[in-house]
């Protein structure tokens, strides 16, 4: 299977559910007009049915009421299905325009690039037009945090590398239940900020549900005042009776009204999040699986014994309730006569106690879930792609017609490439433009994918665990009095301070000590080359300095060189961007200065 015809699969379901949306359209427009044809004959029927008798009245008023219920829950239920079907169609758009490049409909993380970070900021991991943007198709805060998290410190245990594989291969094949997933969590702000209050209220004490006398208060003057009600209209007892019993509630309800308030704020209108989740769980208990992650998950989200979905209905229902306060004929007739805050309140706590430290466990399986979708979503989409190999022979990376992924198939260029033992630097040489930097984070991309156990742009790809850390992006600080070079030098410190304390680093640098003159620059590169021949450094360094080339007759069995070469036929450049051995020959700047008309 080609891209055209994963292409042509989005368009199958994309066009599939654009016609259910329709007829849902039309579904929920017909309810529409029986609500209101059965609202308008409803009221005239029961103004017939009193003009007749009080019986026929109360019958008629409740059996309108009844119908019209009915038809709100369809209505509900109808609105729910539009809000389904229009995200099936719009993640399906969404991967038919990434098909053509267009990656704007998802999100790149702009908050989470880090200069600072090994390799992140070099390698373009975050932000605008990035890897994180290219992969990313979670639906909840804690599937994102997850998905990032991978990328960004990546594993480097085998057999976490092999599994979290073995989970994604097996994502990748379920497209129907992965569309379903994103479709039921799609904009249901289940995000940090979705669930910010609930978190808020969970590390809060439970100081309502110690107080012995608000749980007998909220049983005994409900009852009580339930009580007087029926005796006053069988005109047993006064009405001023009544109505102290409601001064009673009104004044209890009202002198914890602010602690009440407190919670409801942090609790409010969270019953969205909590729906999401709920169905998002009940997806993966409605769905079999093979390998260890996923049953893993699944066994902790869906046993029989403590149903995670029904303690999070719990919640959302609980929070239902508490939210009718929010219309205040109900809240006011609620209160004065069942204390129905209170109420709502101690079953918040009750809940609490019972789940506090387990719901944010919860949310996270459930963002491991989210994140995997993400990478078996890349692996549908890439058929080409392989599951590399964690080596066994030592090599740090062997690769075969490696790319970056993030460039076309139609302009892509792929290279062979492989760094064969610990302790050797490739050296790559080459013109401007010739493709050096392109090559570096073409490596530096496919390591992380490998660890994270995605899929690589490769045919076949083996690989050792790494901690890579790269220097391509040096840039100077005004705020900390920092220029370009000391920038430089202060990363290449921190290189070499991990590579002293841990030999599996591997490095990716991109013209070191650009900051000084070509003649330092020369005798400078050479002292970090020496330092990082002693400590034993593995990595690759790109650089126009062909005199650096020359240290593999120095230590042949730590260096190797590569080149980039480019074609000159006066003053027309040509590029291949393939990967040579040796150094190259020619540079172009003088070349591309005339072009451009400057030189």
């Given at each position: 299977?080609?891209?055209?015809?994963?292409?042509?699969?989005?368009?199958?379901?994309?066009?599939?559910?654009?016609?259910?949306?329709?007829?849902?359209?039309?579904?929920?427009?017909?309810?529409?007009?029986?609500?209101?044809?059965?609202?308008?004959?409803?009221?005239?029927?029961?103004?017939?049915?009193?003009?007749?008798?009080?019986?026929?009245?109360?019958?008629?008023?409740?059996?309108?009421?009844?119908?019209?219920?009915?038809?709100?829950?369809?209505?509900?239920?109808?609105?729910?299905?539009?809000?389904?079907?229009?995200?099936?169609?719009?993640?399906?758009?969404?991967?038919?325009?990434?098909?053509?490049?267009?990656?704007?409909?998802?999100?790149?993380?702009?908050?989470?690039?880090?200069?600072?970070?090994?390799?992140?900021?070099?390698?373009?991991?975050?932000?605008?037009?990035?890897?994180?943007?290219?992969?990313?198709?979670?639906?909840?805060?804690?599937?994102?945090?997850?998905?990032?998290?991978?990328?960004?410190?990546?594993?480097?245990?085998?057999?976490?590398?092999?599994?979290?594989?073995?989970?994604?291969?097996?994502?990748?094949?379920?497209?129907?239940?992965?569309?379903?997933?994103?479709?039921?969590?799609?904009?249901?702000?289940?995000?940090?900020?979705?669930?910010?209050?609930?978190?808020?209220?969970?590390?809060?004490?439970?100081?309502?549900?110690?107080?012995?006398?608000?749980?007998?208060?909220?049983?005994?003057?409900?009852?009580?005042?339930?009580?007087?009600?029926?005796?006053?209209?069988?005109?047993?007892?006064?009405?001023?009776?009544?109505?102290?019993?409601?001064?009673?509630?009104?004044?209890?309800?009202?002198?914890?009204?602010?602690?009440?308030?407190?919670?409801?704020?942090?609790?409010?209108?969270?019953?969205?999040?909590?729906?999401?989740?709920?169905k998002l769980i009940d997806s993966l208990n409605n769905e079999e699986f093979l390998s260890s992650v996923l049953c893993d998950i699944k066994d902790?989200?869906?046993?029989?014994?403590?149903?995670?979905?029904?303690?999070?209905?719990?919640?959302?229902?609980?929070?239902?309730?508490?939210?009718?306060?929010?219309?205040?004929?109900?809240?006011?007739?609620?209160?004065?006569?069942?204390?129905?805050?209170?109420?709502?309140?101690?079953?918040?706590?009750?809940?609490?106690?019972?789940?506090?430290?387990?719901?944010?466990?919860?949310?996270?399986?459930?963002?491991?879930?989210?994140?995997?979708?993400?990478?078996?979503?890349?692996?549908?989409?890439?058929?080409?792609?392989?599951?590399?190999?964690?080596?066994?022979?030592?090599?740090?990376?062997?690769?075969?017609?490696?790319?970056?992924?993030?460039?076309?198939?139609?302009?892509?260029?792929?290279?062979?490439?492989?760094?064969?033992?610990?302790?050797?630097?490739?050296?790559?040489?080459?013109?401007?433009?010739?493709?050096?930097?392109?090559?570096?984070?073409?490596?530096?991309?496919?390591?992380?994918?490998?660890?994270?156990?995605?899929?690589?742009?490769?045919?076949?790809?083996?690989?050792?665990?790494?901690?890579?850390?790269?220097?391509?992006?040096?840039?100077?600080?005004?705020?900390?009095?920092?220029?370009?070079?000391?920038?430089?030098?202060?990363?290449?410190?921190?290189?070499?301070?991990?590579?002293?304390?841990?030999?599996?680093?591997?490095?990716?640098?991109?013209?070191?000590?650009?900051?000084?003159?070509?003649?330092?620059?020369?005798?400078?590169?050479?002292?970090?080359?020496?330092?990082?021949?002693?400590?034993?450094?593995?990595?690759l360094i790109a650089t126009h300095d062909i005199s650096l080339g020359e240290m593999e007759s120095e230590f042949p069995d730590n260096i190797l060189?590569?080149?980039?070469?480019?074609?000159?036929?006066?003053?027309?450049?040509?590029?291949?961007?393939?990967?040579?051995?040796?150094?190259?020959?020619?540079?172009?700047?003088?070349?591309?200065?005339?072009?451009?008309?400057?030189?």
């Amino acid at each position: 299977m080609d891209q055209n015809s994963i292409k042509n699969i989005y368009l199958n379901i994309r066009g599939k559910n654009e016609l259910i949306l329709g007829r849902l359209k039309k579904k929920q427009t017909l309810i529409s007009l029986l609500r209101l044809l059965v609202f308008l004959s409803g009221l005239a029927l029961t103004v017939a049915g009193f003009n007749f008798s009080v019986a026929l009245g109360i019958v008629s008023l409740a059996s309108v009421l009844l119908i019209f219920l009915v038809l709100v829950k369809k209505f509900s239920d109808c609105s729910d299905d539009i809000a389904y079907t229009r995200n099936l169609v719009r993640i399906n758009d969404n991967e038919i325009k990434s098909l053509d490049a267009d990656y704007s409909a998802f999100d790149g993380g702009p908050g989470l690039v880090n200069p600072a970070h090994d390799f992140s900021n070099d390698i373009d991991l975050f932000g605008s037009d990035s890897l994180f943007g290219f992969l990313n198709r979670t639906v909840t805060g804690p599937g994102m945090d997850s998905l990032a998290s991978w990328l960004s410190d990546p594993y480097k245990l085998r057999d976490d590398i092999l599994s979290r594989q073995k989970a994604v291969r097996e994502l990748a094949g379920k497209l129907e239940w992965r569309q379903h997933f994103m479709a039921a969590g799609l904009d249901r702000n289940i995000d940090s900020e979705g669930m910010k209050g609930i978190y808020e209220w969970l590390n809060e004490k439970a100081t309502f549900f110690k107080s012995r006398h608000l749980k007998f208060s909220v049983f005994f003057f409900p009852a009580a005042t339930l009580l007087s009600l029926c005796l006053v209209i069988s005109g047993t007892i006064p009405l001023l009776v009544l109505v102290l019993m409601l001064f009673i509630n009104f004044l209890q309800t009202g002198l914890l009204a602010s602690r009440v308030n407190r919670v409801h704020m942090m609790v409010s209108q969270k019953h969205s999040f909590l729906s999401a989740s709920e169905k998002l769980i009940d997806s993966l208990n409605n769905e079999e699986f093979l390998s260890s992650v996923l049953c893993d998950i699944k066994d902790k989200l869906c046993s029989e014994k403590d149903s995670v979905s029904r303690r999070i209905k719990d919640l959302e229902m609980i929070i239902r309730a508490f939210d009718t306060r929010l219309n205040m004929i109900a809240g006011l007739i609620l209160n004065g006569l069942l204390l129905w805050d209170l109420h709502c309140i101690l079953r918040l706590e009750k809940w609490k106690v019972s789940a506090a430290g387990s719901l944010p466990v919860w949310m996270n399986l459930l963002g491991e879930i989210d994140g995997l979708n993400s990478l078996a979503n890349f692996a549908y989409n890439n058929p080409g792609y392989c599951y590399p190999d964690i080596a066994t022979s030592g090599e740090v990376i062997e690769a075969y017609g490696m790319g970056h992924p993030l460039l076309g198939y139609a302009t892509r260029v792929v290279n062979d490439f492989s760094v064969n033992w610990k302790g050797l630097i490739i050296i790559i040489t080459g013109a401007n433009m010739a493709g050096k930097s392109t090559f570096l984070r073409t490596v530096a991309v496919n390591l992380v994918l490998a660890m994270t156990g995605a899929p690589v742009c490769a045919g076949k790809m083996s690989f050792s665990p790494v901690r890579l850390f790269t220097s391509m992006r040096t840039t100077d600080s005004l705020s900390h009095s920092e220029s370009y070079f000391f920038a430089e030098l202060k990363r290449l410190k921190i290189l070499k301070e991990k590579l002293e304390h841990d030999e599996d680093i591997f490095f990716i640098l991109d013209e070191i000590l650009k900051g000084t003159n070509s003649t330092d620059k020369s005798l400078g590169s050479k002292l970090f080359m020496r330092q990082m021949v002693k400590i034993g450094g593995t990595g690759l360094i790109a650089t126009h300095d062909i005199s650096l080339g020359e240290m593999e007759s120095e230590f042949p069995d730590n260096i190797l060189n590569k080149c980039f070469e480019i074609e000159i036929d006066g003053e027309k450049i040509s590029f291949d961007y393939i990967l040579r051995d040796g150094i190259t020959r020619k540079m172009n700047a003088a070349v591309l200065m005339k072009q451009m008309g400057i030189a």
